[in-house]
């Protein structure tokens, strides 16, 4: 993600997250004295971090970092939020060297697998950042529909030679026809425990049309290759494309141009190192 003013602003899934801390935060392990730490991976502008995560820790906890893999988001972050044991660090966790990380006790991935290609790196990484007996919550989209959109705008006469790496820049868990058994597997796989696995299916009102073309504008990797004096005419052709696909899913409210509505079905795990 880029454009950290407008994600912070704009980010449609803040109720799920608020509400799904809220539903997890008694299955952390956290220790008797409160003196935890808490690594969010991923943590873009660090809104979500402070406004959701934060709230749900020990009054007296000890370290709360925020990492991300652009840079864009974490200079905004700490510009406005970081403070004495709130902090904010660049750091990739598909190719990311772990060492150059604290581990701590409890780790949130939210809203991140569904944009990494390499999800048995990037869980061996979250595994390395854990300490014996920590915990991690991971939330991921495994079919993203933007995704669709972006495969079927690749076939369009104007934008396919932009785009003949399409399937490159798709996560690979967009393909599987059973990705939480392979979720599952995986967490096994790097000696995790305890582990659970649940599925939520949902909607995500993103604004009208216009907001939404606005979002589009985040997702840094739709525009690579595409030169800056034709962004706009793609960002309105994913649009229209974008909610074509989104209003094709059953039972997905239906989108115009006075709201758009993005059908997710949620992946949520929950294990212990």
Known sequence: MNRPEIWEKY???????????????????????????????????GGITIDYILPIMPTNFDRLIGVDISEDMIAYAQKMHSKPNIEFKTFN????????????????????????????????????L??????????????????????????????????????DAIVPCYFSETPESDFEQ???????????IATDVSSYHMGDVNIFKKFITTVYHFYEGIPLEEHDAFTDDFARV????????????????????????NLIAFARK
């Open 130 to 167: 854990l300490k014996p007996g920590g915990d991690c919550l991971i939330l991921f989209i495994p079919q993203f529909r933007y995704y669709t959109a972006y495969e079927q705008l690749s076939r369009h006469p104007k934008w396919s030679k932009y785009m003949k790496s399409v399937k």
């Open 242 to 265: 974008a909610v074509n696909v989104f209003n094709s899913i059953a039972n997905n409210k239906q989108s115009n141009e006075n709201g758009v509505y993005l059908p997710v079905t």
């Open 93 to 128: 966790i598909e190719t990311g060297n772990t060492g150059e990380l604290p581990q701590v006790d409890h780790i949130t991935v939210l809203y991140v697998f569904h944009l990494v290609h390499d999800h048995d790196k990037a869980l061996s990484n979250v595994y390395n």
């Open 186 to 196: 995986l967490l096994k796989k790097h000696r995790f425990s305890s582990v659970e």
């Open 11 to 45: 980010k449609p899934h803040r109720q799920y997250v608020k509400t799904l801390m809220e539903e997890y935060k008694t299955k952390f392990n956290w220790s008797a004295d409160g003196r935890d730490s808490l690594m969010d991976i991923g943590c873009a502008g």
